[in-house]
C-alpha cells in the first residue's frame, strides 16, 4: 500500500534482512494459529470456520491475514514409502492440505503450515530434518506460504551444539546479561552463533525453502537457544526468543523482560517473535491482556492470535483490532520497534522496563506505553525530553490509544493513573515534526 520509489528507498536502507520479492516478511506476520486454542484436536472445519470468524469479526481486514496450521496435520507414522513425502491425515484433512488451502487462498488469507528440525515434531509426527527439499517442494506444491519449524526430536547423531547462550529459559535463572559463571560451557564473547550446529540445522530448511519458486515465510520456532536472535535474520523472517508463552501474567512478564535487552535485532526483514498472543486464554484478565498485546505490538513481534475465536469476548476482539496499536507493528516506514526508556537496564522478571516509545512513521508521531507491572495502582509520569524522540519544549497532541479518545495539546508531560498488571497507552503527535 505505498508508493514503489518509498519501498525501494526503504529496501536500500536494509540490506541485512532476507528480502522477499513479493514484499511478504518486511512487516511483522499478522494471522492465527490453531495450537493454543485446539493442540492436536484440529481437522479442516475446525481451521476453516476460525478463517470465518477472523473475517465475520473485522479481523482479517484489521491485517490478520495467515492462517496457521501447527502440529499434528499429517500421518503420524510415517512417509510415503515410495515418494518418502510427508501425507496429509485425510480424516483430518479430506481435501488435504493443499484443499484447505485452496479454499483458504479463496477466502483472501495467506496459508502457514509446520514441521520440525529434527526427526519427529513435538507431537511425534515425522520431521523434515535430513528431508527438507523434498518437503519445502511438498509445501510449495500444496500452496503454503508461511513454515513454522520447530525444534524438537533432534537426532542424537546430529551434532549438538560446541557452547551455550545462558538464556534463562534452559537452566541458567541468571539472566541474559549475565555471564553464566557457573557452566564451563558458556561461549566466549565473539563466539558467532551462526557456525553453531542449532543454525545449521535451521539453514538447511532456509535454503530449502529458497529453492522453490514460491515465497513462504520462515518462522524458527527454536525457542531463543544458540543466540538465534543474531542470526536468524540471515536466513528467515522471524525467530522464536523464549520457550513457550503460557497464558498467565507471570510468563508475558518474563518474555518482556528478556526481549527487551535484543530488540535492536529487530527492523525490517527479521523480527523477534515473542510467541502467539494468549488474548482469551488461561487467566489473563482483560487488563492483562490489553498489556501483552500493546507489548507484543510495540517490540514488533509477529502478531498471532491462538485462541478459539467463537468464544473470544467482544472486548478482547476490540483489544486485537486496536487500529493504533496494529499501525505501530505494521509500521511502512520506520523498522524499529518501540524501546525501553527511564530505565537501568536491570535483567529483573518481576519487573520489566515500565515506560516504552517508538517512532511511528517519521513524521513526528510517537507511540508511548506505560507499564505497571506491579500490584497496587499507581500514577504515572512521561516528560518530554525524557521520552525518546520528544523535546521539552515541545507541545504534543495526545491521543489514548486504548478509547481513541483525543487529549488534547499537551506540555511538559503525560500522566495517568495506571491499574495494577496495566498499561496506559498513548499515541504523541508533535505539532511540527522533530
Ligand atoms: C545489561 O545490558 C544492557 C544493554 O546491553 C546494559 O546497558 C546494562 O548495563 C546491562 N546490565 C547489567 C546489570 O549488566
Ligand atoms: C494463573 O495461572 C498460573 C498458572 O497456572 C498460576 O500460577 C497463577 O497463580 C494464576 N493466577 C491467578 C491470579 O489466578
Redesign the pocket.
Known amino acids: 500500500m505505498f508508493l514503489p520509489s518509498l519501498l525501494a528507498l526503504v529496501l536500500a536502507s536494509s540490506a541485512t534482512g532476507l528480502v522477499t520479492k513479493d514484499g511478504s516478511g518486511r512487516l511483522p506476520a499478522m494471522g492465527w494459529n490453531h495450537w493454543n486454542a485446539y493442540r492436536c484436536n484440529i481437522n479442516e472445519d475446525k481451521i476453516l470456520s476460525a478463517a470465518k470468524s477472523i473475517q465475520d469479526l473485522g479481523l482479517q481486514d484489521a491485517g490478520y491475514e495467515y492462517i496457521n496450521i501447527d502440529d499434528c496435520w499429517s500421518v503420524k507414522s510415517g512417509r510415503d514409502p515410495v515418494t518418502n513425502r510427508i501425507l496429509p491425515d485425510l480424516t483430518k484433512f479430506p481435501a488435504g492440505i493443499s484443499g484447505t488451502a485452496k479454499t483458504l487462498h479463496g477466502m483472501g488469507f495467506k496459508v502457514g503450515l509446520y514441521s520440525d528440525a529434527g526427526s519427529k515434531t513435538c507431537g511425534g509426527y515425522p520431521g523434515s530434518l535430513y528431508y527438507e527439499d523434498i518437503d519445502a517442494a511438498t509445501f510449495s506444491e500444496w500452496g503454503i506460504d508461511y513454515l513454522k519449524y520447530d525444534n524438537c526430536n533432534v537426532p542424537s547423531s546430529w551434532p549438538s551444539d560446541e557452547y551455550n547462550n545462558c538464556h534463562p529459559d534452559y537452566n541458567h535463572p541468571t539472566g541474559p546479561?549475565a555471564t553464566c559463571p557457573d557452566d564451563p560451557n558458556v561461549a566466549p564473547p565473539d563466539y558467532d552463533w551462526s557456525t553453531s550446529s542449532t543454525a545449521k540445522r535451521f539453514k538447511r530448511m532456509g535454503d530449502a525453502l529458497l529453492k522453490q519458486d514460491r515465497t513462504i515465510l520462515y518462522s524458527l520456532c527454536e525457542w531463543g537457544q544458540a543466540g538465534v536472535e543474531t542470526w536468524g535474520d540471515s536466513i528467515a523472517q522471524s525467530w522464536r526468543i523464549t520457550d513457550d508463552i503460557f497464558p498467565y501474567f507471570a510468563r508475558i512478564r518474563h518474555i518482556v523482560n528478556y526481549n527487551q535487552?535484543r530488540l535492536n535485532y529487530v527492523n525490517f526483514w527479521g523480527h523477534n517473535d515473542a510467541d502467539m498472543l494468549d488474548l482469551g486464554n488461561g487467566n489473563l484478565t482483560t487488563v492483562e491482556a490489553r498489556t501483552h498485546f500493546a507489548l507484543w505490538a510495540a517490540m514488533k513481534s509477529p502478531l498471532l492470535i491462538g485462541t478459539d475465536l467463537s468464544v473470544l469476548a467482544s472486548e478482547l476482539v476490540d483489544v486485537l483490532k486496536n487500529p493504533y496499536l496494529i499501525n505501530f507493528n505494521q509500521d511502512p516506514i520506520v523498522g524499529e520497534p518501540a524501546m525501553p526508556f527511564n530505565w537501568d537496564?536491570?535483567?529483573n522478571d518481576a519487573q520489566p522496563a515500565e515506560y516504552w516509545a517508538g517512532k511511528y512513521r517519521n513524521s513526528g508521531e510517537i507511540l508511548l506505553l506505560m507499564v505497571n507491572w506491579g500490584e497496587e495502582e499507581k500514577t504515572m509520569r512521561a516528560a518530554f525530553g525524557v521520552v525518546p524522540s520528544t523535546t521539552a519544549r515541545g507541545a504534543y497532541e495526545v491521543t489514548d490509544v486504548w478509547t481513541g479518545k483525543d487529549l488534547g495539546l499537551q506540555r511538559r508531560f503525560v500522566e495517568a493513573t495506571v491499574e495494577p498488571h496495566g498499561t496506559a497507552a498513548f499515541m504523541l503527535r508533535a505539532l511540527e515534526p522533530v
Open positions: 546479561n535487552f537496564w536491570t535483567y
